[in-house]
């Protein structure tokens, strides 16, 4: 009879084992995990918040002048207004007008012409571009001089494309009619 109840205790230890214990062990284990799995999002949560308090006390300690010129190099929006009176602005200063200006936004305006887009080899998606076409009237120097000034500015500017015809002036002065496709680009 001894035997017997310690073989039926024995069998009842490992049913309650299997029953019992076993799943809520394993549901412990699951649990631990989640919560583990949970402290380190909090933890990288907590890391990326200092990250982020870093980089906003050296943001604030910059200088703002050299914030705005920062701006102006590469801005995070397009302002086709704005960029148009930088460019004309620029031209009065040498002498020149713009004329027949068209701004050319890929995937607002349907022209992707000459535009970076994602999976090119030079573009990738971190910045978009913009295409400004316009035409304008001068002497060759005035217009090496408006070049010049474009280049030294604080906006990135590739020349795309550039058209020269005759239009008229003196033999000692001619004036010529410029065609001008210009890029430039914004942080998306």
């Known amino acids: 009879m001894r035997n017997l109840i310690s073989i039926l205790m024995l069998i009842l230890a490992i049913g309650l084992f299997v029953v019992y214990t ?15 799995s949970y402290d380190a999002a909090l933890s990288k949560a907590t890391e990326l918040q200092q990250r982020k308090q870093e980089l906003l006390t050296r943001y604030n300690t910059m200088n703002p002048t050299d914030l705005e ?17 930088d460019f004309d602005n620029l031209g009065r200063q ?34 978009e ?32 494309s550039l058209g020269m015809s005759p239009s008229g002036g003196g033999p000692s002065q001619p004036v010529y009619t410029y065609d001008v496709v210009l890029r430039t680009y914004w942080l998306k």
């Open 94 to 127: 040498y002498g020149i007008a713009l004329e027949n200006v068209d701004v050319a936004i890929p995937g607002v305006s349907g022209d992707t012409q000459g535009a970076i887009t994602p999976g090119s080899p030079t573009g990738g998606s971190k910045y």
């Open 69 to 85: 010129k920062l701006e102006k190099l590469l801005p995070d929006h397009v302002d086709n207004v704005r960029l148009i009176l």
């Open 22 to 36: 076993k799943p809520t062990y394993d549901q412990a284990q699951a649990l631990s995990a989640q919560v583990a």
């Open 129 to 160: 571009a913009v295409t400004i076409r316009f035409t304008t009237h001068g002497t060759y120097e005035t217009f090496q001089n408006f070049l010049r000034g474009l280049q030294s500015s604080l906006r990135i500017v590739d020349l795309v």
